[in-house]
């Protein structure tokens, strides 16, 4: 069993940046890779960003490349969101995930999930 805690995420002006954080259980060594979704209200959740437990294999969905970078913190079993350029259509409840094998890594389909958080931008 795995447990994401995450946190940051809040308000931002349109060109502003956040950082969202997650931490991953002691039970770590059974993760694969970890990633960022987000799902904003009316819509389905979406991919946003990912990178395997050792920090390589970055992916970023297109609507976030070149502004969001993800990174991994191996000493506190965590991975960073570093949000920059926001706008407005990034408002979402962004949720941390863990993936267990390449399979679900590469089809962007996580075993666990994080309890989310609220991101909004305004312009």
């Known amino acids: 069993q795995v447990q994401l805690v995450e946190s940051g995420g809040g308000a931002a002006q349109a060109g502003g940046s956040l950082t969202l954080s997650c931490v991953a259980s002691s039970s770590s060594s059974s993760i694969y890779g970890l990633g960022w979704f987000r799902q904003a209200p009316g819509k389905e959740r979406e991919f946003v960003a990912s990178?395997?437990?050792?920090?390589?294999?970055?992916q970023y969905s297109d609507s976030v490349k070149g502004r969001f970078t993800i990174s991994r913190d191996h000493a506190n079993n965590a991975v960073y969101l570093q949000m920059n350029s926001l706008q407005p259509e990034d408002t979402a409840v962004y949720y941390c995930a863990a993936t267990i094998n390449l399979v679900e890594y590469l089809t962007r389909r996580p075993k666990y999930w994080g309890q989310g958080a609220q991101v909004t931008v305004s312009s």
């Open positions: 990178i395997t437990w050792s920090g390589g294999s970055p």
